[in-house]
């Protein structure tokens, strides 16, 4: 899998657009940018995922240049509920839950 | 609809004694696999399975057994606990599709303590 590289924490205010961006030089052409969320005390929990350009759910955004080197999650008005650590993944794995490979993420910590 | 059910959800165990996390999916996923997790860390793979009867190693084995009988039940055995044991302990599934990534789910894991 393409090494990552994202922010080690993030602070934000309720009701802000945060935008955490995942750094992935090594990208390669088949693999697809996952991301998942993990609140304290629980399992990581899959958001999105993306090829190329823009992606858009009910929970989140992921914007995708075109050199696909990097990607931007974006989460539209942040609650406290948010705070949690995401993590942004990078390859072609299929459904091998074996080849999930998690760094450290992003603690994106919410304040009212 | 269940998911991923882990249980216990908490176990306090002296160094030495074993036991077993149970792990349970109810989605018919192909792909079953055990994490652990260190304070401040990301996850670690222990052991992995792709179906009933196949097991593999992960990136951190030792100390840890695995068994999948069925495609619903991988249990995840400690055979004689050491504090380097102490983590938070993830079990996760997913189905196969081949190239396109697909969603792994996470049960709510395990805080295992050794004394």
């Known amino acids: 899998l393409a090494k990552t590289t994202q922010p080690i924490s993030m602070d934000s205010y309720e009701g802000q657009e945060v935008n955490i961006t995942c750094s992935h030089n090594n990208i390669a052409t088949n693999d697809y940018i996952t991301w998942y969320q993990q609140f304290p005390s629980q399992g990581p929990r899959f958001i999105i995922q993306g090829y190329k350009t823009k992606v858009t759910n009910e929970v989140a955004s992921l914007f995708i240049p075109a050199d696909r080197k990097s990607s931007t999650l974006s989460l539209p008005r942040v609650s406290l509920s948010d705070t949690a650590v995401y993590y942004c993944l990078v390859g072609a794995y299929g459904g091998a839950t074996n080849k999930l490979i998690f760094g450290t993420g992003t603690l994106l910590a919410v304040q009212p | 609809n269940a998911g991923v059910t882990q249980t216990p959800k908490f176990q306090v165990l002296k160094t030495g004694q074993s036991m077993t996390l149970q792990c349970a999916q109810d989605?018919?996923?192909?792909?079953m696999s055990w994490y652990r997790q260190d304070p401040g860390m990301g996850l670690r793979l222990i052991h992995y399975s792709v179906g009933a009867g196949i097991t593999d190693q992960g990136e951190v084995p030792n100390g840890y057994n695995v068994s999948r009988s069925t495609t619903e039940d991988f249990p995840l055995r400690l055979l004689s606990a050491a504090p380097s044991q102490t983590s938070v302990y993830f079990c996760?599934?997913?189905?196969?599709?081949?190239?396109?990534?697909?969603?792994?789910?996470f049960g709510q894991g395990t805080r295992l303590t050794v004394v």
């Open positions: 996760a599934s997913s189905f196969d599709r081949g190239e396109m990534n697909t969603e792994a789910f």
């Open positions: 989605m018919n996923h192909e792909y």
